[in-house]
């Protein structure tokens, strides 16, 4: 699984010690393609709301203000790099 997924989502999510495992990271990057392909584009909040669905309580800085404009984009290339290594 994405290392690059993982740490694209501490940094843009803020998440603050986390840890996930195999099986949640593929959980959330499973939730990500779904709301991707439908058409939806997601926001700071949704990724976090995604990550505490599959990895319950962890510990995230809320930030205003963010600009989530390119993070589909983003986060579909972080998916994309961690599945060519």
Known sequence: MSKNLE???RDTC???NWHPTAQQLAAIEKDIN???R???TLSRTECQ???A???GSVRMLMLK???NSDLNTLLALAIKKGTTK
């Open 14 to 16: 803020g998440i603050e």
């Open 7 to 9: 740490e694209f989502l």
């Open 38 to 40: 439908s058409g939806k």
């Open 65 to 67: 203000s963010a600009d």
């Open 49 to 51: 709301h995604i990550v």
């Open 53 to 55: 669905k599959h990895c």
């Open 34 to 36: 779904e709301a991707i």
